[in-house]
């Protein structure tokens, strides 16, 4: 079994290691990711702000080039981890499927370059790719390192389960908690795992920091309610969202005069540290700071450094 | 959207604003509620629903608030009116943009433009690039400021120099273009 695989922009620089973990979770559970050739910038939420109809067809030559390469009668899947490329290629597909003045004139532009969207090619995220057809039974069984207890909050941040749920709910998702207990984790019970870290602005380049203080704040919020319920690691599903809430945690404590100190990694590393996986092949030496509690010592509470 | 007031179809500002929706809102500031950007606005996104029906279109124009957000949905999962909130602060951007009336010392219009420079050229974008680009055009100094995380991404390979780009670009500016050959006015 293998699906077609959409890296978006971020999974080629700072969200490296999403791209390495997720390639790595994939293959231990046998299944493919066949990146898509040619792939262009999906439009993120900086295209739509500027131009609509072009936004569309950014995402929409990726749609049609993913059918290009399955050619039938059948569905293709088109995995997207990062969360904003999976909104926007979401997105149009269905808008594209939905007819109308916008899908004509963005059908024909692609027909003027040769191309053509079918209506085929979906996004599939691959936490709903893990949990629905790869399933919860086949992971717990590979989960050979299982996390003991590790007490994780999953974020989902914004464009996940907004505005589509497709395959979990739009206020009180439950996927990935139920996919990393599989894997022998602790999910902490955290109401703001929906709430925007504030970085969707910044359209793949975190860096940027269109409003550094916003989103300092935003991003300090969430981790400082993660911690206080308990929370170890955070589990994330967006190189955006990963990158905020990493990043500038000492920026947060000179701030806000406080000690944030959490490991932020993406949902594919905790997973396949699970399935027995080297932390190179999860890239967890290109983390900034990552510091799990020794299963080995989980009682005493002793800290390894990775 | 069917029905408007006189004054909703005045501008063309006004049309974009009015296929937008206000005029069903209810005011019950759900969306101002759920908002996390809000303490960042000028105006809350009920007050900006307000003036819209209140033919302040100019000014919603003007408005930071449409550009502080950063487009998370929560206003448009929440609306009990089920109005398409996002999208119609996605399409008050598009028009502010057009009739040059977005905030001029604000920074995230800049960073939309920018972007869309950069994918138009390469098919992808470049965080490094971008980043850089935007902030030699805005703040020039703040680059100390981030200079520190940038070195620290660089060293473990997250922030590559080399400008990825799609390799049929001329594929891609052939659809875009297409869609310059197109435009029917219709901005939303």
């Known amino acids: 079994m293998s699906y077609a695989y959409y890296p978006g922009c971020s999974a080629k620089g700072t969200g490296r290691s999403y791209e390495e973990s997720l390639r790595a979770v994939f293959g231990a559970l046998g299944t493919g990711l066949d990146e898509l050739n040619d792939w262009n910038c999906c439009g993120a939420s900086g295209y739509p702000a500027v131009d609509a109809a072009k936004a569309a067809a950014l995402s929409a030559r990726n749609l049609a080039l993913a059918e290009d390469a399955q050619p039938g009668a059948g569905p293709v899947d088109l995995v997207a981890p990062c969360a904003g490329c999976y909104r926007a290629l979401l997105k149009t597909g269905r808008a594209l499927s939905g007819g109308g003045p916008m899908a004509a004139r963005v059908g024909g532009a692609l027909g003027a370059a040769g191309l053509r969207y079918e209506g085929r090619a979906r996004a599939r995220h691959p936490l709903d790719v893990l949990v629905n057809d790869i399933g919860l039974e086949r992971i717990a069984e590979a989960a050979v390192r299982p996390l003991h207890g590790l007490r994780v909050g999953c974020y989902y941040g914004c464009l996940l389960v907004r505005p589509y749920a497709t395959f979990d709910d739009r206020r009180a998702p439950t996927s990935m908690e139920r996919l990393l207990a599989a894997a022998g984790a602790e999910p902490v019970d955290w109401p703001m795992r929906t709430r925007c870290c504030g970085g969707s602005c910044y359209c793949g380049g975190p860096l940027i920091g269109a409003l550094p203080e916003a989103t300092l704040r935003l991003s300090y919020r969430l981790l400082r309610d993660a911690r206080r319920r308990g929370a170890q690691a955070i589990a994330t599903v967006c190189p955006l969202c990963q990158f905020n809430l990493e990043a500038f945690q000492r920026q947060m404590n000179r701030t806000f005069d406080e000690r944030i100190d959490l490991s932020v990694g993406f949902f594919t590393q905790l997973l396949g540290t699970a399935l027995g996986l080297s932390e190179r092949a999860l890239g967890v030496q290109r983390m900034l700071h990552w510091r799990l509690p020794d299963p080995a010592a989980a009682q005493g509470g002793a800290h390894v450094r990775a | ?188």
Request: glycine share 4%; net charge positive.
């Open chain 2, 1 to 188: 959207m069917g029905f408007s007031s006189p004054q909703l179809a005045t501008t063309q500002a006004a049309r974009a604003a009015d296929r937008v929706l206000p005029q069903f809102c209810i005011q019950c500031g759900t969306c101002s509620v759920v908002c996390p950007l809000i303490e960042y606005m000028d105006h809350s996104p009920r007050v900006l629903n307000a003036m819209l029906t209140a033919g302040s279109h100019e000014e919603v124009l003007h408005s930071r608030a449409i550009w502080v957000c950063t487009s998370c949905y929560a206003c448009t999962v929440e609306c009990p009116k089920q109005l398409p909130l996002t999208e119609s602060i996605y399409a008050l951007k598009r028009e502010s943009l057009r009739t040059g009336t977005y905030p001029r010392r604000f920074i995230t219009p800049v960073l939309a433009r920018q972007f869309v420079r950069t994918v138009d050229r390469h098919g992808r974008s470049s965080e490094a690039w971008l980043s850089l680009a935007l902030y030699l055009r805005t703040r020039p100094l703040q680059l100390v400021r981030y200079a520190p995380v940038a070195l620290r991404l660089m060293l473990r390979g997250r922030l590559p120099l080399r400008h990825e780009s799609v390799r049929r670009p001329a594929q891609v500016r052939k659809v875009l273009e297409a869609l310059d050959a197109t435009t029917t006015g219709e901005h939303a």
